[in-house]
């Protein structure tokens, strides 16, 4: 087990102290992802807490996405901080109820930036998982679940091969969002066929590496998935 030496907390909150703590001793390489914490009892006894108080902190800790928490095992850093983003982007989105055209506003700045760094950046894995998508998509024209399905897993795969991990874990936070809007447009009928051309023109511009023709194909099928909104009055015309 990693050692590591966490401080006394200050007398707030007893979450609030616990996370100052833990982002102390991430910023500081005490500890990193998969690192163990010591048990209850050694935590405690170096934070200063009791170790009901201490227990309460580590389950909302657990809770947000930041540890991994099993009963007789202990608590373990999470492998990754894609649970950090999508808790509290959920409950925004739930509280919030932002409007169909702000969503597709916000995932179209996204998609076209992250689609000209999928060009530069992509591997040949990224190649093979999107142009499968691509397949499942051409079988399924009329399939909307599967053909949906097929459509976010595409976009998903160019925002790992973007290359940027920030906006691959906004881009997963609103996946179901952006899915559930997708799904909401099929009630207007819109030729799937178009959408197909769309991501095959976007698909055969990452393969050749061509960044400004990966953005202009994005932007064209934002353009044409604005169009299936407003033909299914989720958001008003603009053209």
């Known amino acids: 087990m990693l050692k590591i ?11 609030d102290g616990v996370i100052d703590e833990l982002k102390h001793l991430l910023s500081s390489s005490q500890m990193g992802a998969g690192t163990r914490l010591p048990s209850e009892r050694q935590l405690a006894q170096d934070m200063q ?7 309460e902190a580590l389950r909302t800790l657990s809770l947000m996405g930041l540890l991994n928490t ?3 095992s202990g608590s373990v850093v ?7 983003f999508k808790v509290p982007m959920e409950l925004m989105l ?10 597709h506003e916000t ?4 998609e076209v930036f992250l689609v000209g760094r999928a060009a530069a950046n992509r591997s040949a894995q990224h190649v093979r998982d999107m142009k499968a998508c691509l397949v499942q998509m051409a079988e399924r024209l009329d399939d ?4 949906t399905a097929a459509d976010l897993r595409f976009h998903a795969i160019i925002a790992d091969a973007a290359d940027n991990v920030i906006l691959k874990h906004i881009m997963n936070t609103l996946r179901d969002s952006v899915g559930e809007m997708v799904e909401r447009s099929w009630s207007a009928e819109p030729d799937p066929k ?12 990452i393969v050749a590496r061509d960044a400004k023709a990966a953005r202009r194909a994005m932007a064209r099928h934002m353009l044409n998935n604005f169009d299936e909104l407003a033909a299914a009055k989720l958001v008003p015309s603009r053209r």
Request: aromatic share 6%; proline share 7%; charged share 30%.
């Open 5 to 15: 030496q966490p401080r006394p907390v200050a007398k707030v909150t007893v979450v």
């Open 49 to 55: 807490v009791s170790r009901p108080m201490l227990r």
């Open 70 to 72: 099993r009963h007789g």
């Open 78 to 84: 999470a492998d990754s901080g894609a649970d950090l």
């Open 94 to 103: 739930a509280l919030e109820k932002p409007a169909v055209s702000d969503l």
């Open 107 to 110: 995932r179209e700045l996204l």
């Open 144 to 147: 909307e679940a599967s053909f």
């Open 194 to 205: 178009v959408s197909y051309a769309d991501h095959k023109r976007v698909f055969e511009a």
